[in-house]
């Protein structure tokens, strides 16, 4: 089994630990190093040479963009998983064009990152099963960088960037919420938080518990599976 070494490019150090404490979570994915500015981003490259970056845009000393460009004419260069706060659409195409295999807008889902990361290694298995290609193979290799269905078609009333936040606002451990709290955090309401909390428990992603109080009917608290 190939196990795949991962350098996180983040200057915030508890959003770093979260990248790192999620991918020692999985069977696949080795965080190996936590670089916090270009610089260190490029010793670290030459020095670990990952197989993947999780690369933040906005850094002390740059843009993460501006790296994305070194590399698009450097030779067995890393791939990229690119991670910024920017949702302005040149940025997306300079990311594009430079040969990123995702872009995510912080604040990130986690549910979202475990899609990219299990299309990674889709991809990453693809290219290796064979040395002769076809169309059908061509195909499959850019549909990986597609995001999966379940992601693409979310029913009325539901949008991904407030599914992504909100999925944020369970990533602390043991952090529970009601459609109140949640509605409080976000700033939208209750009835909104609501129809959002529900629509991730119908996912699976969160369990929905019944909190019986000394006073008062009955209230349904949610958290993360």
Do not use: W
Not at 25 to 38: E, H
Not at 128 to 150: C, G, M, P, T, Y
Request: glycine residues 4%.
């Amino acid at each position: 089994m190939v196990i795949y070494n991962v350098l996180i490019v983040e200057d915030e150090s508890s959003i770093a630990e979260f990248h790192a404490d999620y991918l020692h979570q999985t069977r696949r994915f080795n965080p190996v190093g936590i670089a916090r500015t270009l610089a260190e981003t490029r010793k670290m490259i030459q020095l670990l040479k990952p197989h993947l970056i999780l690369l933040d845009n906005y850094l002390p000393d740059g843009k993460g963009i501006d790296l994305l460009k070194e590399m698009a004419v450097a030779k067995h260069v890393p791939d990229v998983i690119f991670i910024t706060a920017a949702n302005d659409m040149e940025t997306v195409r300079e990311g594009m064009r430079c040969g990123v295999f995702d872009y995510l807008l912080k604040p990130i889902s986690y549910d979202r990152l475990s899609d990219s990361l299990d299309r990674y290694l889709k991809y990453t298995s693809s290219i290796k099963a064979s040395d002769n290609i076809n169309q059908r193979h061509v195909d499959e290799l850019f549909n990986f960088q597609s995001k999966s269905a379940h992601l693409q078609q979310l029913p009325k009333g539901i949008d991904e960037l407030t599914v992504e936040k909100v999925t944020q606002a369970f990533n602390q451990e043991q952090m529970v919420h009601t459609a109140e709290t949640l509605g409080h955090e976000l700033g939208i309401s209750k009835t909104t938080a609501r129809r959002y909390l529900e629509f991730l428990t119908a996912r699976g992603f969160l369990n929905a518990i019944i909190q019986h109080g000394k006073v008062g009917r009955p209230e349904r608290v949610y958290q993360k599976k």
